[in-house]
Nanobody, 127 residues
Framework: QVQLVESGGGLVQAGGSLRLSCVAS????????VGWFRQAPGKERELVSA????????VYADSVKGRFNIFRDNAKNTVYLQMNSLQPEDTAVYYC????????????????????WGQGTQVTVSS
């Protein structure tokens, strides 16, 4: 089990940037694959990005490709989501999720693959 805490959300104008952080309370962070998901009002929770245990393999939703970057620093127990060129449609609660994966290079891209979740951080983009 691991506790996940998201931070970095806030209010930003369209075209601006935010960096979200997901900090895990565990001594074995490197065994977890991590994903970022978001949920906008009236919509289902959806994948934003995910990263493998070793940080080498990543996946992005089509809507954020070229704008968002996911990366991790296992020494700091942290996964980041750098969000650039933000648009109003990016407005949502962003959640960090983690799960132990046996394979170091596996990327979990499905909501159901994760069993540990943070509380979420609100991102609001004004036009």
């Amino acid at each position: 089990q691991v506790q996940l805490v998201e931070s970095g959300g806030g209010l930003v104008q369209a075209g601006g940037s935010l960096r979200l952080s997901c900090v895990a309370s565990t001594r074995t962070f490197s065994i977890y694959g991590v994903g970022w998901f978001r949920q906008a009002p009236g919509k289902e929770r959806e994948l934003v990005s995910a990263i493998s245990r070793n940080g080498e393999h990543t996946v992005y939703a089509d809507s954020v490709k070229g704008r968002f970057n996911i990366f991790r620093d296992n020494a700091k127990n942290t996964v980041y989501l750098q969000m650039n060129s933000l648009q109003p449609e990016d407005t949502a609660v962003y959640y960090c999720a983690a799960r132990f994966f046996i394979m170091f290079d596996y990327v979990g891209s499905k909501l159901y693959e994760y069993d540990q979740w943070g509380q979420g951080t609100q991102v609001t983009v004004s036009s």
